[in-house]
C-alpha cells in the first residue's frame, strides 16, 4: 500500500484539499446510493403493476428509480463544472493570490512539477469518480431498456443532453477538459473568485456548443416516404418535406409560416415526407468524435497554461 501512498507535492495536495475530495466522495456515493436503494426497491416491487386487461401502470417504486437514474446521469454532466471550479480556484489560484505557492518552490519544487503534481491528482480523483458514474448508468439502462413496457417508466433518451454525456468516454473527455480549462483560467486571472466564474463560463460554454453541434459530428441516414418513427430509439434531426423541385422545407420553416398552410400541412404525392436521423448504431461514432475533439481542446489548454506559467515564473 506504501507505493499508492502519495509523496512529495501530492501529499501537500491532497492533505490540504481533504475536505474537497470528501465533498466529491460523498456526492458519488450519494448518487450511487439512491439509484442501489431505488434498484432494490423496484426488483421487489416491479416495475409495472396491471391495471386491467391489455393495460400496464408503472409503480410507485419504477418512479423514484427513473429519478435515481437521471440523478445519477445529472451528476454525471454537471460534475465537470464542479471540478473546473475547484481546480480554477482553490487548487491554484488561490495560492497564486496568496502567495503560499513560493513555500513549495523552495522546497526543491519546480513551478512545473508543482502544476502537474496537482492537475495530475484532480483529473486522477475526478476520472475515477466519472468512470463510475458512467459504468453505473450505463448498467442500469441495459437492464432497464430490457424490462417490458420500459416506455412506461423511463423517459431518459440516448440522445438527450443530459444522457448523452453520461453513457460513454465523453464524460471522461469532459472531466479532462475542466481540469485543464480551470489551470488556464487560475493562470491567466490569478484571483481566486474571477478564475472561477471564468472556468465555468468556458467550460459550460463548450459543453453547450457541443451539444448544439453534435448532431452534425456523424452523418445521419436520410428516411423518404414511409415513416421511421421507432420508439425512442432514433434520434430526429431534422424532419420535413420534399418539394416537387427538390428542394427541402423544415418543419421548423412550415412552422414559421403557418404549418395548416405550409406544404407540410398539405397531403400531395408531389410532396415527400423526410426524415434525418441517427440510429442507436452512430452512439459510439459521435462519442469518439466529440470526445476526441474535447481531448484536443484540453490539451490546447493544458499546453497553454504551462506556456504562461512559464513565461510568468520561469
Same mark, same amino acid.
Request: net charge positive; charged share 15%; glycine share 8%.
Given at each position: &500500500? ?164 453520461? &453513457? ?27 478564475? &472561477? ?51 427541402? &422545407? ?65
Amino acid at each position: &500500500m506504501s507505493a499508492l501512498t502519495p509523496r512529495g507535492p501530492a501529499w501537500v495536495a491532497v492533505r490540504q484539499h481533504r475536505p474537497a475530495l470528501w465533498t466529491a466522495l460523498l456526492v458519488v456515493v450519494f448518487a450511487i446510493g439512491c439509484w442501489g436503494a431505488a434498484r432494490v426497491w423496484v426488483g421487489s416491487a416491479g416495475f409495472t403493476v396491471s391495471c386491467g386487461k391489455g393495460c400496464a401502470a408503472s409503480t410507485e417504486a419504477a418512479g423514484w428509480f427513473h429519478w435515481a437514474e437521471s440523478y445519477v446521469a445529472g451528476t454525471t454532466v454537471l460534475l465537470p463544472l464542479l471540478v473546473v471550479v475547484f481546480t480554477a480556484g482553490p487548487l491554484i489560484a488561490r495560492e497564486l493570490e496568496s502567495g503560499t505557492y513560493r513555500l513549495a518552490w523552495t522546497q526543491s519544487v519546480s513551478p512545473a512539477r508543482w502544476l502537474a503534481v496537482r492537475l495530475a491528482c484532480v483529473a486522477a480523483v475526478a476520472v475515477a469518480a466519472t468512470v463510475l458514474l458512467v459504468i453505473t448508468f450505463r448498467w442500469s439502462r441495459h437492464h432497464t431498456l430490457n424490462e417490458p413496457d420500459a416506455d412506461l417508466y423511463s423517459s431518459l433518451f440516448w440522445g438527450d443532453r443530459t444522457v448523452f454525456p453520461a &453513457m460513454g468516454v465523453t464524460a471522461v473527455g469532459y472531466i479532462l477538459l475542466a481540469v485543464s480549462v480551470g489551470a488556464l483560467a487560475a493562470l491567466i486571472v490569478r484571483r481566486t473568485l474571477p478564475a &472561477m466564474a471564468v472556468g465555468l463560463v468556458a467550460t459550460a460554454g463548450v459543453g453547450l456548443f457541443f451539444a448544439w453541434v453534435r448532431p452534425h459530428l456523424w452523418p445521419a441516414l436520410t428516411a423518404e416516404g414511409a415513416d421511421v418513427r421507432d420508439g425512442s430509439h432514433l434520434w430526429f434531426v431534422q424532419q420535413g418535406v420534399l418539394l416537387p423541385d427538390g428542394s427541402r &422545407m423544415t418543419r421548423e420553416q412550415c412552422w414559421d409560416m403557418g404549418y395548416s398552410k405550409s406544404p407540410c400541412g398539405q397531403e400531395s404525392p408531389a410532396l415527400t415526407p423526410f426524415s434525418d436521423y441517427h440510429p442507436e448504431s452512430h452512439f459510439w461514432p459521435l462519442q469518439l468524435i466529440e470526445t476526441g475533439l474535447v481531448l484536443l481542446l484540453a490539451a490546447a489548454c493544458v499546453f497553454a497554461a504551462f506556456k504562461v506559467l512559464r513565461r510568468v515564473h520561469g
